[in-house]
């Protein structure tokens, strides 16, 4: 978890590596900040790793999110193999909260704009983007979004 925590500012596909683990030891604020982290980098690749059915890409950011999901459903392979159907049921709702959804939509529409201002000396969307990719942000949208999470209406236990 701290290996994948350390290199995620360079590789942020990482925290979902990080969510999956701080999820194994019963941490799980840390694993929705974790997971947010990445999908607030890779919005296809959070729907793939959560077992959703990911929309087909249609713009270069999306393609790479595919490719990131599909990779790192690959390389966990074995621990959902074993431990999957629980991280999913956990992460499922999650992916799947309307909340989550807005947030996933914000996303693209910064991207969207960040590339309408690669033809401009304009950075407000860059600028923004980068807030919206970084951990702490995720951590703050984590605390919103682990509070909407309902035990009986989603997988989502505990006080970790």
């Not at 350390?6 to 701080?22: D, H, I, K, Q, T």
């Not at 989550?100 to 704009?113: C, H, K």
């Not at 951590?139 to 970790?160: C, D």
Request: hydrophobic share 40%.
């Amino acid at each position: 978890m701290r290996a994948a925590r350390y290199v995620r500012n360079l590789w942020p596909e990482m925290s979902f590596v990080a969510a999956m683990a701080s999820f194994e030891i019963g941490r799980k604020q840390e694993s929705i900040a974790d997971f947010l982290h990445g999908a607030c980098n890779h919005p296809g690749a959070a729907q793939l790793i959560a077992g959703r059915r990911a929309k087909a890409p249609r713009t270069g950011d999306e393609a790479r999110d595919h490719r990131v999901g599909a990779a790192l459903l690959q390389n966990l392979t074995p621990y959902l193999a074993r431990r999957g159907s629980r991280a999913r049921r956990f992460f499922g709702p999650l992916t799947a909260h309307p909340r989550f959804g807005a947030l996933m939509r914000e996303i693209d529409e910064t991207r969207n704009r960040r590339d309408q201002e690669r033809r401009t000396n304009a950075r407000v969307a860059w600028d923004l983007l980068r807030r919206m990719e970084s951990p702490e942000f995720a951590a703050e949208r984590a605390a919103e979004i682990r509070h909407l999470l309902r035990p009986g209406k989603t997988a989502y236990q505990g006080h970790g």
